[in-house]
């Protein structure tokens, strides 16, 4: 409904999340809660710190749910977390909640096209020795092999892990590697 006299300012009451977000093959749950960690973040510093229960009370999802969501979110590199402790008034310490840190887009973008690079190379891996099984079946007079239930093993002078194994790089997130230096 439109009310004629307000008009809406495009940088209050607004969050933007990057469009790459819906390209990135994620679950309902890890866009509801990448979502809800753009809501929260400072965007100066890219950084929030939700307790999962509030997540959870928010979205309407388990504390374990939204936990295991943050997982996922952070090993598709969309985030990081961080461990804080609290100093109560007593000085005892305690374990406070994960500072979040929303990590730049491509970052994700990258990894994601990288996994989907090396489940190609696998499936044509996969492919062909299946085509190989098939040349040396017909050479040798070999009438319906089944070879889907034969990975791992010795078959026809083949082994399924040599011929498997596709030649590619294997990529790591770029989190990582910025944690380690």
């Not at 809800?36 to 999962?52: R, V």
């Amino acid at each position: 409904m439109y009310f004629g006299s307000q008009k809406r300012e495009p940088c209050k009451n607004f969050y933007m999340v990057p469009n790459e977000i819906m390209r990135l093959g994620l679950s309902v749950g890890e866009i509801a809660v990448y979502n809800y960690l753009m809501y929260c973040e400072d965007h100066k510093t890219y950084q929030c710190y939700p307790s999962y229960r509030k997540m959870g009370e928010a979205l309407g999802l388990t504390r374990k749910t939204v936990m295991k969501y943050v997982r996922s979110l952070e090993e598709k590199c969309l985030i990081t977390t961080e461990h804080t402790t609290v100093t109560l008034k007593s000085g005892k310490k305690q374990n406070g909640n994960l500072l979040y840190t929303i990590r730049p887009i491509q970052a994700a973008v990258d990894y994601f096209h990288a996994k989907q690079l090396e489940k190609a190379e696998r499936e044509t891996a996969k492919l062909n020795a299946i085509r190989k099984f098939e040349e040396y079946d017909r050479k040798h007079g070999i009438i319906g092999g089944n070879r889907s239930s034969q990975q791992g093993s010795q078959q026809n002078g083949f082994c399924w892990e040599e011929v498997m194994t596709p030649q590619s790089t294997s990529f790591s997130c770029p989190c990582d590697t910025e944690t380690s230096a």
